[in-house]
């Protein structure tokens, strides 16, 4: 699963687009919301149960959530589902 | 290197995106940017954006941000200080007499009042055609020429950005459309049958037989409009690439005669445009190749910057045994030599040519060396540095090598050449304009 440190580093056309004023380019369905799990650094660590952070090598202001090791898609999603109540709403504020 | 991507192989994923971006800014300005058109976009999007560069990502996000100009909706960045909100016209132009078009692009989001909305319009379609972005540019001349309807230029931009981004089907219909109004202005006849010449070159040899004929009636009435209102027309480079388009339609079309008589004119009427001396140079190689020779000289006086009247005259001496004129010629054309197939041919040359004027040994083989280090796989550079270290073996003087005579250069290839900086010629004939 791709995720971003910041609302900034998303792709444009997932910011939504009330968002303009901080990310002029946004593009994204001002239907979405934007979620964040957490606060610690956006480096290499477990963040959940057998799910690890791995930022991107090849692209700053980008990263992965993969499993700690390799396993069964299903075993891969039920861990992501199980975060599901660590998520938060994380928008900064719309003037 | 303007693109983003690589030089030899810019990104289709790029392009996609771009096309996609101004998908959704159509779709937002119509209020359906949350609909499921709008989301099904993003689901392309998404599926292209892993595969974009970070430079690729850094412009198209620029591109984003810009395309909200078109409905009027820009927001423009907050710069820190009023200080350096002051100095952004001057930095802008700085940026763009510099030729660093993504800083324009750039410092135009902090500032896009710096001038009237078609005029930053017109700034912007310039940018991201200078980058090789043709159909961002072509956004932005549309944008321009909407806001300013009776500017001269601005349509005539964007058709033309859409023949250089390979848009035949769209720029085709717009140049009939052009020629076919009579309020068109010439600078945009001009530029329609400039459109209509590069767009018969990818269809059909039937099919295009009749766009070389509307380019001729199209370059015909566009010098016809040449009022005290219209003097657009006749700056030089617009002029004469109009009339050179049209030389070119005949030759296409068999006209030999008609395109011959197009040509003296044009050279008449414009004898500093070491283009149209190349071109007709080129017309008479098989025909006149005196006369060939003639002009290509006369490119090479009137200070062209192509390799080719260098490379089409160094032959022709070469194959006439005129060797000092090769060494003057080969040096000089290896100034302006593109690739380095043609610096080798031009190394052979001055290796044949100095071997053939008794140059002491190492200098011929040092410049035999060169022109197989820059094209190895030039079977006749090798069969010429070969046949050179045989005679110098055998003991005999490097004169008396049985040098392979060279074969032409591509005429083809100028043509390619030629035609495809013609449009960029037009683009700065039009920048005057504007």
């Known amino acids: 699963m791709s995720v971003a440190p910041r609302l900034e580093d998303l792709p444009m056309h997932r910011v939504p687009v ?22 610690g650094a956006f480096v290499a660590c477990s963040v959940a149960k057998g799910l690890v ?23 891969y999603e039920e861990d992501l589902a199980a975060t599901a109540r660590e998520w938060s709403i994380d928008e900064p504020p719309v003037d | 290197m303007s693109h983003p991507s690589t030089e030899s192989s810019p990104s289709s994923h790029y392009f ?19 609909s499921l058109a709008g989301d099904s976009v993003r689901d392309e999007m998404d599926a292209l954006w892993p595969h ?15 395309l909200y100009a078109l409905s009027g909706e820009e927001i423009p960045r907050t710069t820190t200080s009023q200080k350096t909100r002051d100095e952004l016209p001057l930095r ?15 410092l135009l989001r902090f500032h896009p009042e710096f001038l009237p909305r078609h005029a930053v319009a017109y700034l912007r379609g310039r940018c991201w055609l200078e980058l ?24 005539a931009m964007a058709l033309n950005a859409l023949s250089m981004g390979g848009r035949y089907d769209e720029a085709v219909a717009r ?18 049958a400039q459109a209509l010449f590069t767009a018969a070159k990818h269809i059909s040899e039937e099919k295009a ?9 199209t370059v015909t009435a566009a010098l016809a409009h040449q009022g005290p209102t219209d003097r657009l027309v006749n700056l030089p480079g617009l002029r004469s690439a109009g009339r050179l388009c049209r030389a070119m339609a005949h030759e296409r079309l068999g006209n030999v005669s008609e395109a011959g008589r197009e040509y003296d004119a044009l050279l008449k009427d414009d004898p500093t445009d070491t283009r149209s001396w190349l071109i007709a140079g080129l017309f008479d190689l098989g025909r006149d190749p005196r006369r060939a020779d003639e002009r290509f000289e006369r490119a090479i006086r009137g200070g062209t910057s192509s390799p080719w009247p260098y490379l089409f005259l160094g032959h022709s001496r070469l194959l006439a045994r005129d060797y000092k004129r090769v060494v003057e010629l080969a040096q000089y054309g290896l100034n302006f030599a593109q690739t380095n197939s043609e610096r080798a041919i031009l190394f052979e040359w001055l290796g044949i040519a100095q071997a053939e004027l008794s140059a002491p040994v190492d200098l011929v083989r040092y410049l035999f060396d060169a022109a197989v280090t820059l094209d190895p796989v030039n079977m006749n550079i090798r069969r010429n540095r070969e046949a050179f270290e045989q005679a110098i073996g055998a003991g005999a003087l490097a004169s008396s090598a049985a040098f392979a005579p060279p074969p032409m250069p591509d005429i083809d290839q100028a043509r390619e050449a030629v035609e495809a900086q013609q449009a960029r010629s037009s683009v700065a004939a039009m920048g005057l304009a504007a």
């Open chain 1, 53 to 75: 952070l791995r930022p991107d090598e090849k692209r700053s202001g980008h990263g992965f959530v993969e499993p700690e090791s390799t396993v069964p898609l299903q075993r």
């Open chain 2, 16 to 34: 996609r995106f771009q096309e996609l971006l101004k998908k959704l800014q159509d779709l937002m300005a119509a209020g359906e940017g949350d």
């Open chain 2, 92 to 106: 802008i132009k700085q940026a763009f007499e510099g030729e660093r078009f993504d800083e324009v692009l750039e």
């Open chain 1, 18 to 39: 009330r968002f303009r004023r901080i990310v002029p380019d946004a593009r994204g369905n001002d239907g979405d919301r934007i979620w964040g799990h957490g606060d």
């Open chain 2, 209 to 217: 037989r009749t766009l070389y004929e509307r380019v001729i009636e």
């Open chain 2, 52 to 66: 974009l560069t970070e430079d690729e990502g850094r412009r198209l996000r620029g591109l984003s941000a810009d």
């Open chain 2, 175 to 192: 140049a009939h459309r052009a020629a076919a109004d009579s309020s068109s202005s010439s600078v945009l006849l001009m530029t329609a």
């Open chain 2, 132 to 155: 090789d972005d043709f159909l961002p540019a072509a956004w932005f001349f549309d944008l321009a020429a909407s806001l300013e309807p009776g500017h001269p230029s601005y349509a």
